[in-house]
């Protein structure tokens, strides 16, 4: 059983800074992808950003250039770095990762993500 467990969130004025961590217990598998999600009240869940165990990234277009994506494999865990932030981007972020193979999806339970004007 993988369980994912987010931190790093919190309360920051608009063009602050933050960075979240999900740490992987567990076997991930080498073949997955690891990614950011965030659901604002009364908005559905979206896509923020995914990290293959390859290397390669993929961004929302409302985040690129502002936030980074990454991962410590040694540690199982994926980063995401978050700069330039906008009222906008207040929400509960999740993290999750997919194991290609056999398409099980894990999902951890969040971090608020508040950004004030």
């Known amino acids: 059983q993988v369980q994912l467990v987010e931190s790093g969130g919190g309360l920051v004025q608009a063009g602050g800074s933050l960075r979240l961590s999900c740490a992987a217990s567990?076997?991930?598998?080498?073949?997955?992808?690891m990614g950011w999600y965030r659901q604002a009240p009364g908005k559905q869940r979206e896509l923020v950003a995914t990290?293959?165990?390859?290397?390669?990234?993929n961004y929302a277009d409302s985040v690129k250039g502002r936030f980074t994506i990454s991962r410590d494999n040694a540690k199982n865990t994926v980063y995401l770095q978050m700069i330039s932030l906008k009222p906008e981007d207040t929400a509960v972020y999740y993290c999750?990762?997919?194991?290609?193979?056999?398409?099980?999806?894990?999902w951890g339970q969040g971090t608020q993500v508040t950004v004030s004007s």
């Open positions: 990290i293959h165990s390859g290397g390669n990234t």
């Open positions: 999750n990762v997919k194991r290609l193979f056999t398409g099980t999806v894990w």
């Open positions: 567990g076997s991930i598998f080498s073949n997955n992808v």
